[in-house]
């Protein structure tokens, strides 16, 4: 059983139209993250979620929309895709009472394709 | 965010020991040293950390300076499966910074059979 899974692990589209990314954790942990890695594979975080509600928004532009339906799921929608969209996106997820051991468990990402 | 210099590449034979240093000068003193390694086209995955004394668990082993400015990551026999870009992150738990992991640059170390 995957702990965090993401779909699609490939998404190829056209600039200007709307997608989404579905992660889903099975590890029971309450909080939640979005990162891009870049096409020079730099890791950056853009959101976290916990309890379902948003706790870090890195200056990501409003087009990323995160959406927390329940502890266990944060989707990542995005609105007029540009070409400079294209990255691999990794959810994550941890828990936040665990006190200190800062140990995240990360999916194995989404690659996005703006053409 | 504390700042991290870590080699760009190093290169090991498998079976030998693997010493993956880190510097981080500027780290505060409630930082604690992650480490993640990413293997290829997969998540990062968590290694290890510590604050101020050396820590071993089953993948790994961090030796943290006395001073915290510098700390290196042992992996006692390499592995061809260790391949990987490896990722030292002083991290600060407190507050909402939780789970923000700054990652640099990494080392990518290249396992040879």
């Known amino acids: 059983d995957t702990a965090v899974s993401q779909t699609p692990k490939y998404l190829v589209t056209q600039m200007g139209n709307d997608k989404s990314i579905k992660c889903e954790q099975n590890l029971g942990h309450d909080t939640m993250y979005w990162y891009k890695q870049d096409s020079k594979k730099f890791l950056k975080i853009m959101f976290s979620?916990?309890?379902?509600?948003?706790?870090i928004n890195e200056t990501v532009p409003n087009r990323f929309s995160p959406k927390s339906p329940d502890k266990a799921h944060l989707n990542l929608h995005i609105n007029s895709l540009e070409l400079g969209d294209s990255a691999v996106y990794f959810c994550?997820?941890?828990?936040?009472?665990?006190?200190?051991?800062?140990?995240?468990?990360f999916g194995e990402g989404s690659r996005l394709t703006v053409l | 965010d504390a700042k991290t210099t870590q080699p760009n590449s190093m290169e090991s034979n498998e079976e030998e020991p693997v010493h993956l240093p880190c510097n981080h000068s500027t780290i505060s003193g409630t930082d604690y040293i992650h480490w993640y390694r990413q293997l290829p086209s997969q998540g990062p995955e968590y290694v290890i950390h510590?604050?101020?004394s050396n820590v071993n668990n089953r993948m790994a082993s961090l030796a943290i300076a006395e001073d915290r400015k510098s700390s290196t990551l042992i992996l006692h026999r390499a592995t061809l499966r260790d391949a990987a870009v490896y990722y030292c992150i002083p991290w600060n738990a407190g507050g909402t910074s939780y789970g923000k992991l700054t990652f640099g640059q990494g080392t990518i170390l290249t396992v040879h059979p």
């Open positions: 510590g604050l101020t």
């Open positions: 994550a997820s941890s828990r936040r009472t665990s006190g200190i051991t800062g140990e995240l468990f």
């Open positions: 979620y916990n309890n379902k509600e948003l706790i």
